[in-house]
């Protein structure tokens, strides 16, 4: 799912802003440090149509459900996004594991055709860690949501420039 705000022209770097786990949570702030970017990706647990429409008019949105996103999300994302942008191959799912731990779910196409950037969320914990066996970069943006064990909310932007990774932040929105 893409929403259709903008066609995008290959070869212009895109700026991408990252968030999983809002279980239903909304904070204006997304707007705010979203507006920049040319996408927004959610890896799963959105937990409500409001969010994921309250995204969507900031920018376009790519977003896959989570465990427990209800049938209502389910219907308007899906369980794995994968896709180009520039000249990266993505794949984004929620429960994803991570280097070295990856879920049951994602093997074992992970290994027969890795993509370049393996986004995840579910663990609530930030990790930016690059696989030098699959040679990929893997990004869990941790959790912005307040639901949940994590201690700080967080969001993940990064710059795609052909086939680099520019730019990465993370940003602590507070601690709960």
């Known amino acids: 799912m893409l929403?259709?705000?903008?066609?995008?022209?290959?070869?212009?770097a895109k700026r991408v802003g990252i968030l999983s786990d809002t279980h239903g949570y909304w904070?204006?702030?997304?707007?705010?440090?979203?507006?920049?970017?040319?996408?927004?990706?959610?890896?799963?647990?959105?937990g409500s149509e409001e969010v994921l429409a309250k995204l969507e008019a900031i920018k376009p949105v790519r977003a896959v459900y989570g465990n427990i996103d209800?049938?209502?999300?389910?219907?308007?994302?899906?369980?794995?996004q994968k896709f180009q942008i520039e000249d990266v191959s993505v794949w984004i799912t929620h429960i994803g594991g991570y280097p070295g731990r990856y879920a049951k779910?994602?093997?074992?196409?992970?290994?027969?055709?890795?993509?370049q950037l393996f986004i995840s969320g579910h663990s609530h914990i930030l990790k930016v860690v690059y696989d030098k066996t699959l040679n990929l970069l893997h990004i869990n943006p941790g959790a912005a949501g307040v639901y949940g064990f994590h201690k700080v909310r967080t969001l993940v932007r990064f710059t795609i420039d052909g086939k680099e990774f520019k730019?990465?932040?993370v940003i602590e929105l507070e601690e709960k």
């Open 27 to 46: 904070d204006e702030r997304y707007a705010t440090h979203f507006a920049e970017c040319d996408e927004i990706w959610h890896c799963g647990d959105i």
């Open 70 to 80: 209800g049938q209502e999300i389910r219907l308007r994302t899906v369980k794995h």
């Open 167 to 169: 730019d990465l932040e």
């Open 3 to 12: 929403s259709s705000h903008t066609n995008f022209i290959k070869g212009m």
């Open 105 to 115: 779910e994602v093997l074992p196409e992970i290994f027969h055709r890795p993509p």
